[in-house]
């Protein structure tokens, strides 16, 4: 394993759930994390080591700027993401687009800026997800978008080489992702879904950190979607 200590580390995404636990997970390995977001004032960490910046993955010019802002970095994680649920019936352009925009066009912007000014043992993560191998009604241009991260990662992953391209696909893990549902609604989905996956519970934040770490880490590993879902897809 390459250790992260004295390396530099962006994550983009959020100021909680996964984002955070990958930030917290990559000091705790020794590295100095810049965390970006649309939202800079809620990526709030009370860490010396830790700075904030903006992005919006989805506007090239805010991406080169960070890029330009930043200088080199080692490696650049990105959690973000904009959900498109719902049956073929209910999806609007717009917001299949936005989906597309944010998960796929948007790594492959970071990898378009930020690949010139990393060293070659530097390395993407980005995120899939389990409905690009399991198909489930309502969640069609989620998989579809989970499944163009597994093709970008492994293509990015040949054309950046020797840096290093991989991808996390979670499964359900219990984040504020799910709060929308409400209490009643949020427990139920998260009983089905532990009643039948052979791990038997949906997971947590923390064990995604943990393979996030493991594949900044392992420099044998390139073009990779990590599944990291309870078994959650072969039920």
Do not use: C, W
Request: glycine share 10%; charged share 20%; hydrophobic share 50%.
């Amino acid at each position: 394993m390459t250790s992260l200590k004295d390396r530099t580390v962006l994550v983009i995404g959020r100021g909680s759930g996964i984002a955070r636990a990958v930030t917290l997970a990559a000091r705790a390995a020794g590295a100095t994390v810049v965390v970006a977001g649309r939202d800079e004032k809620s990526l709030v960490y009370d860490d010396p080591d830790v700075t904030t910046a903006s992005v919006d993955l989805t506007d090239e010019a805010s991406v080169a700027a960070l890029a330009e802002r930043l200088g080199q970095v080692d490696h650049v994680v990105s959690t973000a993401s904009a959900r498109a649920r719902g049956t073929v019936g209910e999806l609007a352009h717009d917001v299949v687009l936005r989906s597309f925009d944010v998960k796929v066009l948007g790594p492959l912007l970071l990898a378009k800026h930020f690949a010139p000014r990393m060293p070659e043992d530097g390395s993407f993560v980005f995120f899939s997800g389990s409905s690009a191998r399991k198909p489930a009604a309502g969640m069609l241009a989620v998989g579809a978008t989970n499944a163009a991260v597994d093709a970008l990662t492994r293509g990015l992953a040949v054309e950046l080489a020797p840096i290093r391209v991989n991808a996390i696909s979670p499964g359900t893990i219990d984040t504020g992702a799910y709060d929308a549902l409400g209490e009643e609604k949020k427990a139920a989905l998260f009983a089905a879904r532990a009643a039948t996956s052979p791990a038997r519970r949906v997971g947590l934040p923390e064990e995604i950190a943990e393979a996030v770490v493991f594949a900044l880490g392992s420099g044998f590993l390139t073009g990779v979607s990590l599944n990291v879902d309870g078994g959650e897809p072969l039920v």
